[in-house]
């Protein structure tokens, strides 16, 4: 299973950050499969940010989830990560990973990509 993001490197503030997580090896639909987007500031730990599950259903975290909304588009396996409001503090490399059901950690992990909040 291979996860691939893709999107902008710069967003200015107040503006939305999107990016895409493109799957293959597996279907997103597949059961028991939750698809995350994860994560890490300049220098500090990992943060998860939400997921969708296999059935389409939408997990946020409390602290994002007014400004986050994560969406599928089966047709294509990929899942796309959609954050509001951005400000300098969003700047972080971001992740998409995959875990199944049962599992306490993720299974497969894109290679990340740096997102910059800069005007």
């Known amino acids: 299973v291979q996860l691939q993001e893709s999107g902008p490197g710069l967003v200015k503030p107040s503006q939305t950050l999107s990016l895409t997580c493109t799957v293959s090896?597996?279907?997103?639909?597949?059961?028991?499969?939750?698809w995350s987007w994860i994560r890490q500031p300049p220098g500090k730990g990992l943060e998860w940010m939400g997921a969708?599950?296999?059935?389409?259903?939408?997990f946020y975290a409390p602290t994002l989830k007014s400004r986050t909304s994560i969406s599928r588009d089966t047709s294509k396996n990929h899942f796309t990560l959609q954050l509001k409001s951005v400000t300098p503090e969003d700047t972080a490399a971001y992740y998409c990973?995959?875990?199944?059901?049962?599992?306490?950690?993720?299974?497969?992990w894109g290679q990340g990509t740096r997102v910059t909040v800069s005007s």
């Open positions: 990973a995959g875990r199944s059901e049962g599992n306490s950690w993720f299974d497969h």
């Open positions: 090896g597996n279907s997103i639909t597949a059961n028991y499969y939750y």
């Open positions: 969708i599950a296999y059935s389409g259903i939408s």
